[in-house]
């Protein structure tokens, strides 16, 4: 599998994107698909998954109620809706994908499929 990520932009504090993620190759045996964000100096971080099955997600604690995670199976993508964006929102934001899930979807070990990221920079 192979996933491509897009959407990324500038963006003022309070604003909004959505990022998109596109998923080839192997896809009927995708399981999750996952954003994480890597900022400057930080750990990554795990933003949100969500089952390609039933369509149910999980969210990190910074960015929940803030950020909606949803999937569109006929085209292999995900998305990812930002809301109220904050200066700390800043970061790169990379899509994944896992097609032999064992249990954990926060963690970056589980996936097996990485995109290049999509950079998110929200100004003061």
């Known amino acids: 599998v192979q996933v491509v990520e897009s959407g990324g932009g500038l963006v003022q504090a309070g604003g909004s994107l959505r990022l998109s993620c596109t998923a080839s190759?192997?896809?009927?045996?995708?399981?999750?698909m996952a954003w994480f964000r890597q900022a400057p100096g930080k750990e990554q971080e795990f933003v949100t998954a969500?089952?390609?099955?039933?369509?149910?997600?999980l969210y990190g604690d910074s960015v929940k109620g803030r950020f909606t995670i949803s999937r569109d199976s006929a085209k292999n993508t995900v998305y990812l809706q930002t809301e109220s964006l904050k200066p700390e929102d800043t970061a790169r934001y990379l899509c994944?994908?896992?097609?032999?899930?064992?249990?954990?979807?926060?963690?970056?070990?589980?996936?097996?499929?990485w995109g290049s990221g999509t950079q998110v920079t929200v100004s003061p």
């Open positions: 994944a994908a896992d097609t032999s899930y064992s249990g954990d979807p926060t963690s970056r070990r589980e996936y097996n499929a």
């Open positions: 190759g192997d896809t009927l045996n995708i399981k999750v």
């Open positions: 969500i089952s390609w099955r039933d369509g149910m997600s």
